[in-house]
Each structure stands twice: as structure tokens, then as C-alpha cells.
């Protein structure tokens, strides 16, 4: 079975990562199947939103554990550049939005994949540990950079050392995700969500994506020059002046 299902629909690609019985854990082969179909997401210009989500009752825990503790794992240094830092470039440089859909837990370096996604909801019943510090470890797959942007210093600090779960509700609460909605409405308002993304200019979508990335480093006048330059990129874009003048006759 594959460790990663992908299919296209209505524009919307949607990766399913499928190791249930592990908690869809991460191990060598479901890291690159997943870059894989990042990649797919790239080129294939019919596709205008990614969804990222898990199968069974979790979204994923992390690193899989056993491959390294086992005789034959690649070696931690291997496993961040070769695993997750490329997955995490990969979904921050995709020019089309990635919606983290949390069906269940998400802990380790599964937590952090979705927080670097660009819409992140989830089930009212998901949570999400930095479950790091548990095994003597430190937060990684963008997690110190992301979190504290999130949800300020002090809260991931104390998310990151103590290993603390933290509910959906918390969670949304606090701003490290957008929203959580109820079980039993998650999948409908996932695939709405992800439906009025694939409906928007993509391309202003992802300059926008682009703009959020650069206000991390930019000063305001830096800024403001990206605004400009990104905001004259759009203007000259088929969908601008179609949406435009649609609008205009109204
Ligand atoms: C698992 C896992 C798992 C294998 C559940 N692996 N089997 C980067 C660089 C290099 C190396 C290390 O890591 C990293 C990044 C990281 O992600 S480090 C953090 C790794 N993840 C964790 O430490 C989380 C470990 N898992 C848990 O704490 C719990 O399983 C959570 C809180 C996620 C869920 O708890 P429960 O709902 O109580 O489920 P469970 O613990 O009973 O797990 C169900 C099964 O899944 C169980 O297998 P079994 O055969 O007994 O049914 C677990 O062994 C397996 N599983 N996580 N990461």
C-alpha cells in the first residue's frame, strides 16, 4: 500500500499521508513519496490547491521511531536534509496555497509540517504536540521558526520544553492554526475551503504567499518596495483584468 495517496479533483490536489497503523508516522520511503507529490503539485498547472491530511485517526506522529532506533536507519543528520527540510521548502515555495487539514493528532515533526503550511484547520478532536523534548530532542521541520511567529516567544517556548497537547480550540485559540471545526463538518468545510481557494487567481494567491514570506526579513520600506513590485506583477495578469471588469459591470 502506498505510504502516501494523491489524487486530483477539481483542480485540488489532495495528499493523504497513509501509514494509519503508525500514526502516520514518518519513515524514509513516506518523506520522499511525499516530496514526490509536492512535486507533482509544482508542475501540474490544472491544480490550483494542495491539501495535506492524514488517514485514520491521526494527521501524523512525527518521525517513525523505530526506523531510528533500528540497526539500518539513514543517521539524524541524513534524515532532516534528505526528509523534512526539503518537504518544508518544497510546501513554502509551492506558488499555489497548501491547506494542513488536522484530522487527528499531530505531533513532532508532523505537528510542524502542518504549522508551515499556509491555511492550517482542524478537527475539533485533532491536537498537536512538539513532542520533542519528550525524547531528548529539539524542535525541527521549521518548528522554531514557525511556532514562535504563530503564537509569540514565550508560548512556544514553554509548547516546545514542557510538550504540553494542545487542543484544536487551544490551538485556534492562540493562533497557531486558523480555524477547527467539528468532526462530523470537518471534511465538508475542508473541502470548501480548499474549493474557494482552487476558485481564486492562483497566481495572486501564491504572491501573496510570497509577499507573507518576505515582511519575516523585510524592513517597512523594503517591504512596501515588495508590495509594489509583487502588486504591479498581478496587475498585469489576465485574471486581474478579467476579475476586474466582471466586477465593474456589475
Ligand atoms: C509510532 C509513533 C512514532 C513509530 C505512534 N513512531 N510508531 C527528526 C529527526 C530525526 C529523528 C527523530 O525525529 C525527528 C522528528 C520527530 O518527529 S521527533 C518526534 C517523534 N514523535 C514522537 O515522539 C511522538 C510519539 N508518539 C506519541 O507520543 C503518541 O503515539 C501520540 C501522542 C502521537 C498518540 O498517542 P496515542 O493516541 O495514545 O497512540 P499510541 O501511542 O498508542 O500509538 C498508536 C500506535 O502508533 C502504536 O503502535 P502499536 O503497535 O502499539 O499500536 C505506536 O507505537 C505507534 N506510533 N507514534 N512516532
Redesign the pocket.
Known sequence: MSTVLFEVSANIARITLNRP???N??NREMAFALQEALDKCGNETSIHAVVITGSG??FS??????E?TGSEHPG?GK??SEH?NPIVKKITSLQKPVVAAVNG?A????ANLALCCDIVVAAKSASF?Q??S??G?IP??GGTFFLPRLIGWQKASALMMLGE?VSAVDAMQMGMIFKYFDDDVFETSVEAICAQLASLPTQALAYTKKALQSSVHNNLHDQLIEEDELQQQAASTAEYAARVKAFMKM
Request: proline share 0%; net charge positive.
Open positions: 497503523e503508525k500514526l508516522a514518518f485517526r491521526a506522529a512525527g518521525q517513525d521511531l523505530g531510528v539524524f534524515i532532516l523534512y493528532v505531533a513532532g515533526a508532523g504536540i513532542a520533542f519528550r525524547i530532542l525541527d521541520s497537547k
